[in-house]
């Protein structure tokens, strides 16, 4: 048998060797994203032209949606974001989710395409809208997290003993770092079948050496691409695909087509979350699978179960039937000031099997 990691936002928040020269930039989670965003906004605008160009339109749907009036502008500055674009930024309704969701809504229900000859034409205006913010979420979390690996990380992958498994919903890749550091993962490790690896230098094709630990990424990763073109999964095994600008169409290293569009594989944070993708689709029921077979104990760290992250309720509930639910042990590592962490597990799992530690740190003082 073996333990189930969950890995959350809130154990990225523990990152503390980041060289980021941002100051108080930390890797953000869903209530502080755009206070976080915004400061990432600010610097790149010193150093990068084309990054106004590509948040303006985000901006201005933002400011439109929550109340805030535009500026008037002239000829000379209709693409320069300043100060007073940026308040909207700084509203405390603000959340990722929330945002990404409100967008996505509006794009589907109220800016629909007419028919034509009594065809539905595609409706890209919500692909189109919610680009920019993908982009944003990607470079935010790259910048936040730049540095050496994560010594806290390290020291939890160096506890993992063989056939335990990571889920993990976050983009970055600091437990994917920190595995490979302690020889525990492989290519082979994600369970998602990539056509080419790049090791830094060139493409390849993937390591099938069995691998210790099993990482399961249900939302995606930094460092995953896809070829929109021959259907292919390709991934950077060393770097981050952060800063690729994804409009812009590239060669696949699979099937050579100068025109391909690569896009990140990365589940946006929507509140209906859409899992059809192939690959995202396959590594949910290869977690369905490994959590009814082989798991008889849980640790979540930083990871509160939402009330609105019901794919992740339902592999909880559907993996381990309602007779292994009470005898699975939990371990809430989360400071859970509230208590609503507690209660949302209490739901499935037995409450007097459910342990809490406040901190990283204190999960870590007890290995």
């Keep these: 048998m073996s333990k189930l990691y969950l890995i959350g936002a809130g154990c990225s928040k523990n990152y503390a060797q980041g060289t980021t020269d941002i100051p108080g930039l930390t890797s953000p989670v869903d209530k502080d994203f755009f206070e976080m965003a915004k400061k990432v906004i600010i610097r790149r605008k010193q150093i990068d032209q084309t990054w106004d160009l590509m948040l303006d339109g985000f901006i201005s749907d933002l400011s439109r949606l929550y109340g805030y009036l535009p500026r008037e502008r002239s000829l000379d500055d209709l693409s320069i974001l300043n100060e007073e674009d940026l308040k909207v930024l700084d509203d405390p309704r603000l959340s990722l989710e929330s945002v990404m969701t409100t967008i996505s809504l509006e794009s589907e229900l109220f800016m629909k395409q007419p028919c034509i000859l009594g065809y539905e034409e595609p409706n890209m205006n919500i692909s189109i809208r919610l680009a920019p913010l993908i982009q944003l979420v990607t470079v935010t979390i790259s910048e936040a997290l730049q540095g050496p ?14 056939r335990d498994i990571v889920i993990s919903y976050n983009y970055d890749m600091l437990m994917d770092n920190a595995l490979r550091n302690c020889r525990k993962l492989s290519d082979s490790g994600y369970l998602l079948p990539f056509q080419k ?14 691998s210790e630990i099993t990482l399961l990424k249900l939302h995606g990763s930094l460092n995953w691409i896809h070829c929109t073109y021959c259907d292919s999964n390709l991934m950077m095994r060393y770097e981050k695909a952060a800063n690729w600008e994804t409009s812009i169409p590239r060669q696949c290293p699979k099937c050579g087509e100068l025109g391909s569009y690569l896009r990140r594989l990365i ?3 929507l509140l209906t979350k859409d899992y059809s993708d192939h690959a995202i689709n396959y590594l949910w029921g290869a977690a369905s699978h490994l959590l009814q077979s082989y798991v008889n104990e849980i640790v979540a760290i ?66």
């Design 197 to 210: 690896v790049s090791n830094g230098v060139t493409w390849e094709g993937p390591d099938q050496a069995a």
């Design 149 to 162: 690996p994560c010594s806290k990380h390290r020291k939890l992958a160096e506890s993992l003993e063989q």
């Design 302 to 367: 930083g990871y509160s179960l939402p009330a609105t992250d019901f794919a992740s309720e339902t592999l909880l509930r559907t993996g381990f039937e309602f007779n292994r639910q009470k005898n699975i042990h939990v371990t809430l590592v989360n400071p859970d000031p509230d208590g609503r962490v507690f209660e949302r597990f209490s739901r499935i799992f037995d409450p007097d099997k459910i342990t809490r530690q406040k901190s990283l740190d204190e999960y870590l003082d007890t290995l």
């Design 267 to 269: 589940v946006p944070p």
